[in-house]
């Protein structure tokens, strides 16, 4: 069946109240900026640019330059304006955002990629080529016929002012199946990396079974001693691959449940300004390469609720007795969500009836296009937003919702983020991962993850998930009101002069940034409220903020890997002052010096008043991952999710799911029905056209590269989709 017999469920076209100052800059925009800056001889540019966006009234393209030209490579964040460009233009560094004076400048500690991944470690491996042949049946050369690959921890090592790099060896998938993470093999070596000039680096030894041998000349004296125990391998098999296997389920074969539009779509889509109305929600969507999507001017009934909520930052950090897994903590904003937000598989990730909108980025002096990579739909949930029975009727209403969707497919594991829109007011931010995992190679390790295969760990790490929502409920000036439900004791005047026990409510609103970094207590509800905006009963209006599907803050304390770059990942919420230039919780190269990060969160906390001033509420999703047998060959998006949720509460004076018509009352007596109430609601049967969702599947355009490991700064996008 083609897509034309369907129902057209393309979105109704609006045109925006307002331009959204939120979106990229247009390509002819940044081309603009790219050709100005090459004309700046001060900036010396020969290689690539990455522009992305900074507003205001007028607008300033922000551009990241990777100057690797100087003995101390750098990244330099700097401002060009006004737009469009003309004579008057000038670039300036961007500074604003960082919590450390530095002229808009972070270290590069991956200028010697090329150095380091085509010379550097396979030098260290072929000194032991031998070995890792008689290990490993296989060479980490360089070669074509390379069995084996080496990639190791991330961030470096940066203590005592030296860069230290863990690598170990790990098997190749011996088909397209993206196993690697699957397969690590248990040899590790550690290298000082210190410094632009090669011929100063230094091999600092071998770790083998939990022996750490000082030098090659130890490690190979050892190995070629008698009684020296070599482990098995991890190899690919089907365990590790993610098509079909085991036996046919019954009726599996039969078509599943799938969800249509009948009366296409319901929402408002402006595709050029990004710009969505739904039901009494509106917002604009805004993409950036750092983190993708992020929504601004959320308003529900006319009335802004959120001045911009989105994705900050995303770490996973690892443990385990061996080294590579003990330094690992990614940060993902490094690699960025934005170009690695991929098309999206219709029928699948959504519905195939869903709106999708296109995505893109730029850099090196390209604009790079994924088609149809966020996307838009209204969803039926399975069960209803209200019921309720007596004896004479039954009422109940369906739960419609809106969802907008991107996943984020970084290295290994893919992250599918969701922002919801109920018809009771609720919004809800909701992440899910998926993909492989990156597993450890058992040994000595039972208590940093579970034996999952023949010689594998599922090594344990978390994931944190931060996000902004800065909340303007009923005007910028908002509160945070605790509601704790409390065990009491106390003598009523009824009581007999008994005292009795039972619970009440304890308010507290928080008064200052040091009281604002909190978890999540089972007995605590946290409300933004605005302490002038009562509604007519004299309760403040405000809107709940509550974790859903569980969230997880960082276990681990004082990381040694993070050091100050991710304070933000230490608690559940934290509360702080809005200040311009504290837009953001983390920096994409915070990574890149984690003692003096370009950003440390835990500086936005001097003391400030929270007390009826504008607010933004940082938050972080999460989970605690113990990856177990059924992680492989993927973990499943049913468990690895987690989420929040903002409701009203107090805000309007009932629910307003209550207006719409999808909802009916049936009367009834005597065992049979004798009203049936609908509301106006479009009904009666309609013959639906149902895709056929496996020959669409044939227009999926994909991309040309998905990151591997190792990840290259210097040419992060080679190869990437583009459409100028
Ligand atoms: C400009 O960059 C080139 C490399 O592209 C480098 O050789 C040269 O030293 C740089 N000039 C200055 C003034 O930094
Ligand atoms: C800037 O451009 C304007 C318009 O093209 C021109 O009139 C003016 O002379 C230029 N100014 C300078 C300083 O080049
Ligand atoms: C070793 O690797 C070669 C190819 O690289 C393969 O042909 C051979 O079967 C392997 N041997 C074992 C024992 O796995
Ligand atoms: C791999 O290729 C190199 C160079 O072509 C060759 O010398 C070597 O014997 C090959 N190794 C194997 C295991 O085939
Ligand atoms: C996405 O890009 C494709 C290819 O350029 C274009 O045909 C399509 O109209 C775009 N979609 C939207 C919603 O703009
Ligand atoms: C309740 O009243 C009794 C009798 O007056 C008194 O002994 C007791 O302390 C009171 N309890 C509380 C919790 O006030
Ligand atoms: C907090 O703000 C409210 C509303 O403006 C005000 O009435 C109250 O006095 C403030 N509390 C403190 C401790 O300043
Ligand atoms: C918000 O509160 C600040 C004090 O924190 C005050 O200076 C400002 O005028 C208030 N803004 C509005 C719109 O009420
Ligand atoms: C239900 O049945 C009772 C007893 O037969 C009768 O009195 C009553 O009128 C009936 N109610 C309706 C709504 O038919
Ligand atoms: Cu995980």
């Not at 000039?197 to 750490?212: A, H, I, M, P, R």
């Not at 969800?259 to 300004?273: F, L, Q, T, W």
């Not at 089972?522 to 004299?538: K, L, S």
Request: aromatic share 14%.
């Amino acid at each position: 069946m083609s897509s034309s017999s369907c129902i057209e469920s393309n979105s109704t076209v609006i045109k925006p109240p307002k331009d959204n100052v939120w979106e990229g800059l247009t390509g002819e925009e940044t081309a603009s900026v790219v050709k100005w800056l090459f004309q700046q001889t001060d900036l010396n540019l020969t290689t690539s640019e990455k522009a992305g966006e900074w507003d205001n009234t007028i607008r300033y393209a922000h551009v990241v330059l990777d100057n690797r030209a100087s003995i101390n490579p750098h990244f330099a964040d700097i401002l060009v304006g006004p737009l469009p460009i003309t004579n008057q233009s000038v670039w300036a560094p961007l500074e604003f955002p960082y919590t450390r004076k530095s002229q808009g400048q972070v270290r590069n500690l991956n200028a010697d990629y090329d150095t380091i991944y085509s010379e550097w470690l396979y030098k260290i491996s072929a000194s032991i080529a031998d070995i890792t042949i008689e290990l490993f049946n296989g060479t980490a050369l360089g070669l074509d016929n390379d069995t084996i690959e080496i990639w190791g921890i991330d961030p470096n090592w940066q203590d005592d002012g030296r860069i230290i790099r863990w690598d170990t060896f790990w098997n190749y998938p011996t088909d397209e199946f993206d196993s690697g993470t699957l397969l690590p093999l248990g040899l590790y070596f550690k290298s000082d990396v210190t410094g632009r000039d090669s011929s100063l680096w230094k091999l600092e030894g071998w770790l083998y079974n939990d022996v750490f041998y000082e030098t090659t000349d130890a490690f190979r004296e050892a190995f070629f001693s008698p009684g020296f125990v070599k482990l098995r391998p991890n190899t690919e098999g089907a365990w590790a691959r993610t098509d079909r296997l085991g036996p046919l389920l019954p009726h599996d074969e039969q078509q599943p449940p799938q969800m249509v539009a009948p009366s296409g779509a319901r929402y408002s889509v402006d595709a050029d300004s990004k710009y969505v109305t739904w039901m009494d929600f509106s917002f604009y969507i805004s993409f950036s390469r750092d983190t993708a999507v992020s929504i601004f001017d959320v308003r529900y009934k006319g009335q802004r609720v959120l001045y911009e909520m989105g994705l900050q930052e995303a770490l996973a950090h690892y443990a385990g007795n061996d080294p590579i897994q003990s330094s690992t903590a990614y940060l993902d904003s490094y690699y960025g969500f934005g170009p690695y937000s991929f098309e999206l598989v219709k029928g699948y990730d959504c519905p195939s009836y869903a709106t999708y909108l296109n995505s893109s980025f730029y850099v090196t002096e390209t604009t790079h296009t994924h088609i149809d990579s966020l996307c838009l739909f209204e969803y039926d949930a399975d069960y209803p937003i209200q019921r309720h029975s007596t004896n004479q009727y039954v009422s109940n209403t369906k739960n419609v919702y809106l969802t907008l969707r991107s996943v984020s497919t970084i290295g290994n594991y893919d992250y599918m983020i969701s922002y919801t829109f109920y018809m009771d007011g609720t919004i809800g931010i909701e992440v899910r991962a998926s993909g492989y995992i990156q597993s450890a190679y058992y040994a000595h390790n039972e208590e940093f993850g579970y034996h999952i295969h023949d010689s594998l760990s599922g090594s344990m790490h978390d994931h944190v998930i931060n996000f902004k929502a800065d909340f303007d409920i009923m005007g910028v000036n908002n509160s945070i009101e605790i509601t704790t439900i409390a065990p009491t004791t106390r003598n009523f005047t009824w009581s007999n002069g008994k005292s009795r026990n039972s619970m009440s409510l304890q308010r507290k609103i928080l008064q200052s940034e040091d009281e604002g970094r909190f978890n999540w207590d089972p007995n605590a509800m946290m409300h933004v409220i605005n302490q002038d905006a009562r509604n007519p009963y004299g309760e403040y209006r405000g809107y709940r903020i509550s974790p859903a599907f569980g969230t997880a803050h960082l276990a681990v304390l004082d990381s040694s890997n993070l050091v100050n770059a991710a304070h933000w990942a230490e608690y559940d919420v934290q509360v702080t002052q809005q200040h311009d230039y504290e837009p953001r919780s983390a920096h994409p190269y915070n990574n890149q010096d984690v003692y003096d990060p370009p950003i440390n969160f835990a500086k936005f906390f001097d003391g400030e008043c929270l007390n009826q001033t504008d607010l933004v509420v940082w938050l972080n999703l999460g989970m605690h991952h113990v990856p177990q047998t059924g992680d492989l060959p993927n973990t499943v998006f049913t468990t690895a999710h987690t989420g929040v949720q903002f409701s009203p509460v107090n805000y309007l004076l009932g629910d307003p799911s209550r207006q719409t018509v999808n909802m009916v009352r049936v009367n009834y007596a005597n065992g049979s029905a004798t009203a049936v109430e609908t509301f106006g609601q479009a009904n009666g049967l309609r013959a639906v056209a149902v895709e056929d969702v496996e020959a669409e599947l044939w227009q999926y355009h994909g991309d040309i590269v998905v990151r591997k490991f190792p990840y290259d700064p210097n040419d992060p996008y080679y190869e990437m989709n583009e459409d100028a």
